[in-house]
């Protein structure tokens, strides 16, 4: 799987909520819908909850297998 693919979550700026997204969605300032409150969220570069998302991708790789695993359960729940 390459980098861009890898999917993160990011906090819906509205409600809190999470969003899973992919890496290349933010780099791209894509828009997505959050499944929890239906609220456009946009992912653009200046977004605190993209910021949040990719910080969380770009950690020194301590505990990134464990935050991937949880990802991908949550993704498996909808």
């Known amino acids: 799987m390459e980098f861009n693919d890898q999917e993160v ?6 409600c809190k909520g999470e969003i899973i997204v992919n890496i290349l969605e933010i780099t791209n300032h894509h828009t997505v819908s959050c499944p929890k409150c239906l609220k456009k969220v946009d992912l653009a ?20 297998g464990d935050y991937l695993k949880q990802v991908e359960e ?5």
């Not at 979550?9 to 509205?14: A, L, Q, V």
């Open 45 to 64: 570069a200046n977004d605190p909850s993209a910021k949040l998302g990719v910080t969380k991708t770009y950690m020194p790789f301590e505990g990134l």
């Open 9 to 14: 979550i990011i906090d819906c700026p509205h």
């Open 74 to 78: 949550k993704r498996k729940k909808k």
